[in-house]
């Protein structure tokens, strides 16, 4: 299973991808209780598993 981890201090969400050193990310800003996501990050291996 794929790992996704919350980083707050950096602003990021990660999803770690099983079987490479890959990650796809999305950088947010928090607005109240909205996320704003402000940045996608996704490696080509992603489209393979999902």
Do not use: K
């Not at 050193?21 to 996704?42: C, F, K, P, V």
């Amino acid at each position: 299973m794929n790992e996704f981890n919350n980083f707050p201090v950096r602003g990021r969400f990660e999803l770690a991808i099983v079987g490479s050193h890959e990650i796809a990310a999305d950088y947010y800003r928090l607005n109240g209780e909205q996320i704003l996501l402000t940045h996608s990050i996704i490696a080509e291996r992603v489209g393979e598993i999902v």
